[in-house]
């Protein structure tokens, strides 16, 4: 008796501090299980398929290893069922926003949060401490059900541009150590998809994950920086790292880890979760904030012809880029690199523009104007710099080549966007790390590069029609992307050839049309020369029209890295992209999203020759109802692209 008295004394004990808390999505579908025993750890499954099996997390203060022999103070369930609006509709002006939460808050002073939604489960820390803190690691310990496949952007170095190739692998094919940057897409089995990523990021360092040759990850973050040497005007070397990943506030939130998931492919690339858990809007007045599309000046290196002046990074050459602009109802134009007296002088406009004059003659035609400028060069003495830029009348910055994502460039990010946002600035981040919810918070945050995208072309052939399709259901995840869409020069594998120059696409010209559809970008660039687009007139009309922000996104029908065919809502009129890999494919669009009534539709499609010459396309205008079905034949590499407009 005394016997069996003790192993149930040992039972009630043993559950009482191995708990575990069990919260599902408001539909069900997906379900979580925390438990708290030795360390907090969580499971989870999909339609009853498990997908993580006692995943591991912690958060190392040097003084207190948080996560670890937890001791639960409380428990509390709420759910949340409302509609956000959007300051800057990427996807969407509205975003229902559906979620149950389970809070656990521990001794001492922290608590974590996990939020189950439909589409996907995040969790994050909470401190409450009254001392600033050191963290010295935060373990994000992954452990999959099995040796599923992979999409990973494979880093070498946590000093990144974010432009990676997406390698297709299973998990076990990475060997220990190798580690990727974020978004990543964990293919699983039952066709379940799984996003990962982070939201409301700030004054905290990126997070990595890294492979442990199972199929499993583990986090890996950069460490805060001591000391370092400039290398040349934009790089640094002999770097000199802390044994911590930042020094922060110890009452805070720190940031959510995501993980999207879908069984349909298509309802992947609508997953808006990164917005929903990030920070709310931080600006009181939000109406200044304009976005459209920008032609833009580096990718094509200026090469502009048929003119009575020689072009080159001087007024002339700009007031063309203006009158183009002006011409097709362009809103912007931006001055990419050149435009200073020098890099790290960007104060003043090199000896062969007058900025003043240009910024004027922008301004009587209804186009503004985006500067460039080195992220080092503004932290210097940004206050000063962004006055000027404001003086002159500019309506926004391109900061670049960041290429760094610890604790002091995420809040350099922070510090920039509302600098700007003071002024009344548009920013747009290239040599940057992926959005991860700021965006939110400052809307003024037009656009993140962060993506292997289009600059590309002018030194690699790593730009393929696969990867401009895979980038949807990849890196789109986190949020915006500046991959400046647009060439006009349209080549099929064998005719591409690398030009830094005279720079080409690969694939054909509705693959590039489709992208103003099918891509997120509230500032769109157009990264051709104006005078191919003046010689490309149709493409360049049908262009012109696409709006960069929209009432509603719906994805029609997809594969990840196969296909994409995307629907957009603005106003009465719906917009419609599709791209395919290097796989010819037909597609079904139904078109029973429309209204009522009847709609013109102006269609850009792939010409029969398009398989051999890429920039061979067909324009068709004809009129359609909600019940009507179109059939559409994408050629290798090819897309398809449509304007329905209401009669």
Not at 30 to 42: E, G
Not at 282 to 301: F, H, R
Not at 391 to 396: D, H
Request: with cysteine.
């Amino acid at each position: 008796m005394k016997l069996i008295l003790s192993l149930v004394f040992f039972i009630l004990v043993f559950s009482a501090f191995s708990k575990d808390y069990k919260i599902a999505s408001p539909n069900g579908q997906i379900s979580v299980t925390v438990s708290a025993d030795s360390q907090i750890r969580w499971s989870a499954s999909v339609d009853n398929h498990s997908i993580f099996n006692n995943n591991s997390m912690s958060l190392d203060l040097g003084t207190a290893l948080l996560g670890a022999n937890p001791k639960v103070v409380s428990e509390k369930m709420t759910s949340v069922s409302e509609y956000v609006q959007t300051v800057v509709a990427v996807k969407s002006k509205t975003i229902q926003n559906n979620y149950n939460q389970l809070r656990l808050v521990f001794k001492p002073n922290y608590a974590v949060s996990f939020r189950v939604f439909d589409n996907g489960i995040s969790y994050r820390f909470e401190t409450s401490m009254k001392e600033e803190i050191t963290v010295k690691n935060e373990e994000v310990g992954l452990n999959f059900t099995g040796d599923f496949g992979v999409l990973f952007p494979e880093e070498e170095t946590v000093y990144s541009h974010y432009e990676r190739t997406y390698l297709d692998k299973k998990l076990s094919e990475l060997s220990a150590g190798k580690f990727s940057s974020l978004p990543t897409l964990v293919k699983a089995d039952n066709n379940i998809k799984i996003g990962i990523t982070e939201a409301d990021l700030f004054d905290y360092p990126c997070l990595f994950m890294e492979a442990t040759g199972k199929a499993a990850f583990k986090s890996k973050f950069p460490h805060v920086i001591l000391k370092s040497d400039p290398q040349g005007d934009r790089g640094i070397k002999n770097i000199q790292e802390a044994d911590y990943i930042a020094k922060t506030s110890g009452t805070r939130n720190f940031p959510w880890r995501v993980f999207m998931i879908s069984t349909e492919d298509a309802r992947l690339v609508e997953n808006q979760m990164v917005f929903l858990l990030s920070r709310e809007n931080q600006l009181t007045e939000t109406s200044w904030i304009k976005p459209g599309l920008v032609a833009w000046d580096w990718w094509n290196e200026n090469n502009i012809y048929g003119v009575d002046f020689k072009a080159g990074l001087d007024t002339k050459t700009y007031k063309y880029y203006i009158d183009f602009a002006s011409k097709n109802k362009i809103p912007y134009i931006i001055l990419d690199e050149g435009w200073t007296k020098s890099t790290t002088n960007i104060k003043e406009a090199n000896s062969t523009l007058n900025l003043q004059e240009l910024i004027a003659y922008g301004k009587s035609k209804n186009v503004d104007i985006i500067l460039w400028c080195l992220w080092n060069a503004l932290d210097a003495d940004m206050n000063t710099i962004l006055d000027l830029y404001s003086k002159w009348g500019a309506k926004g910055i391109k900061v670049d080549f960041m290429a760094r994502s610890e604790q002091y460039m995420v809040n350099f990010y922070e510090r920039s966007a509302k600098a700007c946002a003071d002024r009344k600035l548009l920013i747009d981040f290239h040599g940057a790390f992926k959005p991860s919810g700021m965006a939110r918070a400052y809307p003024n945050i037009i656009n993140h590069e962060g993506v292997k995208g289009m600059e590309n072309c002018k030194w690699s052939k790593d730009i393929t029609p696969e990867h401009d399709v895979t980038l949807c259901f990849t890196r789109m995840l986190a949020g915006p992307m500046d991959y400046t869409p647009g060439a006009m020069i349209n080549k099929n594998e064998k005719d591409y050839s690398i030009s830094f120059s005279h720079p080409m696409s690969m694939g054909t010209r509705c693959h590039q049309l489709a992208m103003f559809v099918c891509y997120d970008a509230p500032l769109q660039m157009l990264n051709d020369s104006p005078s191919n687009y003046y010689k490309e007139t149709e493409s360049t009309s049908f262009i012109s029209k696409m709006p960069t922000v929209w009432d509603d996104t719906k994805i029609l029908d997809a594969k990840v890295g196969d296909y994409i065919l995307t629907a957009r809502h603005k106003d009465n009129d719906w917009y419609l992209g599709a791209m395919t890999d290097w796989t010819a494919r037909s597609l079904n669009v139904d078109l029973s999203f429309l209204g009522e009534g009847t709609y013109e539709i102006e269609i850009m499609q792939d010409g029969l020759n398009a398989d051999k010459s890429c920039n061979d396309y067909k324009r068709v205008v004809k009129q359609v109802t909600k019940a009507d079905n179109l059939k559409i034949d994408l050629a290798k590499g090819g897309g398809w692209a449509a304007i329905c407009k209401k009669l």
